[in-house]
């Protein structure tokens, strides 16, 4: 990959990650206060507002990290199936779509308080730690950016077969 194309890639990966991860917080703060408020108009507000980041913001933020994440490491000397941190932060930005994808479910719990009625307290705060999770998985992979750690995986030959 040609050095401008490589660094206009890592640039949208970048903004991508860092975006995903604020957009999780955004979710984060919306969940919270629709689980400690007192007004199920509220929390029924705050619940119908996090599917909009969800599809406005979260799943094309998501698919657009996996892409350039993908991109860079079958086009870079990192490689793909290289170094652990590399295969560590493709695997940590799937289980986050997959806790997005199976465990969050805003409009769930926008229906379960309609009409004034508050979801049970266990199944908001259960929403709330599917978010605090996805903030650990997104922090990690950012710290695995910056520091880099240089242990190679075993059979790092079999590792570029599989890439070439």
Request: aromatic share 6%; glycine share 10%.
């Amino acid at each position: 990959m040609r050095p401008t194309i490589r660094k206009t890639v890592v640039v949208i990966h970048v903004i991508a990650s860092v975006a995903l991860l604020g957009e999780v917080w955004g979710l984060v703060v919306l969940n919270t206060t629709a689980a400690l408020a007192n007004d199920p108009e509220l929390a029924h507000a705050a619940y119908r507002l996090m599917p909009a980041l969800v599809f406005g913001g979260g799943i094309p933020l998501s698919l657009t990290a996996l892409a350039t994440g993908i991109t860079l490491g079958l086009t870079s000397h990192w490689g793909l199936f290289r170094y652990y941190w590399v295969t560590a932060k493709l695997v940590l930005l799937v289980v986050v779509i997959c806790v997005g994808m199976l465990l969050f479910d805003p409009e769930g719990m926008a229906a379960a308080t309609e009409g004034g009625i508050a979801a049970g307290p266990g199944r908001q705060w259960g929403q709330v730690a599917a978010l605090g999770t996805q903030i650990a998985l997104l922090m990690t992979a950012t710290t695995l950016s910056v520091f880099k750690p240089r242990r190679k995986l075993g059979g790092h030959r079999l590792a570029a077969a599989v890439e070439r």
